[in-house]
């Protein structure tokens, strides 16, 4: 054996070291890996939407001994409890042997994904075909969700109070719905449209059927029948819709992705491959040392807007909750607290990689992303975590053993995002971006890697405990 240069042996211990999560990880770590996603794959197949990410996190919370949140009832070091947001969001929090004042640990992931809202008044019939008008949620490619099979998920909510629960289109001998897109053969015209104008907005049409009400008289008889059957299953009329939230989304199931199975391919991973690691890490924290909070969060992909997103008051509330049930001021405890904001980060993609810096793109089985800032055009509207607080969590997942990179969401200048980093920084909390890449973000079927999301649910797991 040849002994070590001396230039090697600087290089190893002074450049930064990015290796292959799966390469440097032995096998045992690599099983765990795998059986961690089996139950991954399970919840996404059960929460398509916010409401019901958030009502599947709250069952599996309850068998963990968790209960919801009491005020004015005494909580001691241990005691399991949660705060439902109108069943959009929810945070659950594991108390701690500090007082709340010491600051709380917060992990923040979102269980909205991009999908097609039905707009209020959305049934209408052409040529004998009776379709839905929708309204898109959050950033997509409209061309991607055309030709594909789509179910219906969400609720209509009733004058008398009461809510109807709709979800059509998962199980197999279920009807599913389709956006109908043009054939090549007349698409000429189409063709030279932009990428971006290919399917338009208001061409994101779904048919939903085409048998009419028998009947020689009167006019649609295809809508008038559509009606009849939602009447017959759900007691509505047309005029339920307007005080409905239906959400299209993607009909198909979550799956293993290669021949390897190393990767998962499913929708609405953005950011469910977050949130259901922040879920479970807190189910599984026992007595912490300082109180534990992992919040599931609505309208990420909107913006953070309106009061079940996290640019509301909140978490400031669960916060303030926990600060006067312990008696202390919860403005001190929000300025000593600390967040993991855990979304997903691009990855980068063997065919896409010019859209990349790759010094500081993430890359699938590098395990967790680390990301200080996201934002677009010289870091606007980002928080950009504080060298102190990276320095911290770097010590964090390395002393823990943690496979994780540092990401950027893509070069200088050609786009940019956001995540909930910025409004909890804006609480006085500090805050990182911590999350999984992504293939294909925002698309109906987005691809991760098995590796990353058992990392990523080590560190939720290892912040909080
Ligand atoms: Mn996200
Ligand atoms: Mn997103």
């Known amino acids: 054996m040849s002994e070590k240069s001396k230039s090697e042996i600087l290089r190893e211990e002074l450049f930064l070291k990015r290796k292959n999560g799966r390469l440097i990880s032995d096998e045992e770590i690599l099983k765990k890996a795998d059986d961690y996603c089996v139950g991954y794959k399970q919840f996404l197949d059960l929460a398509k939407t916010e409401r019901e990410a958030v009502k599947n996190a709250v069952d599996m919370a309850k068998k963990a001994g968790f209960t919801e949140f009491q005020r004015g009832k005494k909580y001691n070091a241990g005691d399991r409890v949660y705060f439902n947001n109108r069943g959009k969001t929810v945070a659950f929090a594991v108390i701690g042997k500090e007082n709340a004042e010491n600051g709380v640990n917060i992990t923040a992931a979102h269980v909205d994904s991009p999908r097609l809202d039905l707009k209020p ?32 998920h969400g609720v209509f ?63 649609e008889l295809v809508k008038l029948n559509i009606l009849k059957l939602l009447n017959e299953k759900y007691g509505v009329t047309e005029a339920d819709f307007l005080s409905a939230e239906l959400e299209m989304v993607p009909a198909t199931k979550a799956c293993d992705i290669g021949f390897d199975r190393s990767l998962v391919g ?17 189910l599984e924290v026992e007595v912490p040392q300082k109180t534990a909070i992992a919040i599931l969060a609505d309208k990420e992909e909107i913006g953070s807007e309106g009061n079940t997103g996290l640019n509301s008051d909140f978490l400031k509330h669960i916060i303030g909750d926990i600060s006067k049930m312990q008696d202390c ?19 980068t993609d063997p065919t896409f990689q010019d859209v990349m810096e790759r010094r500081n793109a993430s890359f699938l089985n590098y395990g967790v992303v680390v990301t200080k800032y996201t934002g ?14 990276v320095a911290e969590i770097r010590n964090m997942l390395d002393n823990a053993g943690i496979v994780w990179q540092s ?24 805050v990182v971006d911590l999350g999984v890449p992504v293939l294909s973000m925002h698309a109906p079927f987005e691809t991760t890697a098995k590796f990353d999301i058992y990392m990523c649910y080590r560190a939720m797991y290892e912040f909080m405990k």
Not at 329 to 347: E, H, I, P
């Open 157 to 219: 909510a009733l004058k008398d109070g009461t809510v109807k629960e709709v979800s059509i289109g998962e199980k197999d001998d279920e009807p599913k719905f389709v956006i109908n897109d043009l054939l090549p053969h007349l698409a000429q015209e189409q063709s030279k449209r932009t990428l971006s104008e290919g399917i338009k907005g208001e061409e994101l049409n779904v048919l939903v059927g085409s048998h009419p009400f028998k009947d020689d008289k009167g006019s």
């Open 376 to 389: 677009a055009r010289g870091k606007s509207s980002t928080s950009d975590a504080s060298a102190e607080y």
């Open 407 to 430: 990401g950027e969401l893509g070069r200088v200048d050609l786009g940019g995002g956001g995540t909930v980093a910025m409004y909890i920084a804006n609480m006085g909390v500090d």
């Open 266 to 282: 499913a929708y609405g991973q953005d950011d469910r491959v977050c949130a259901y690691p922040a879920l479970t890490a807190v």
């Open 121 to 152: 008044n959305p049934l209408y019939e052409d040529i004998e075909l009776a379709l839905f008008k929708t309204h898109y949620y959050g950033g997509i490619k409209k061309y991607q969700w055309t030709a594909i099979p789509l179910a219906l």
């Open 329 to 347: 001021d919860y403005t001190v405890a929000l300025r000593n607290s600390k967040c993991l904001s855990a979304d997903v980060n691009a990855g």
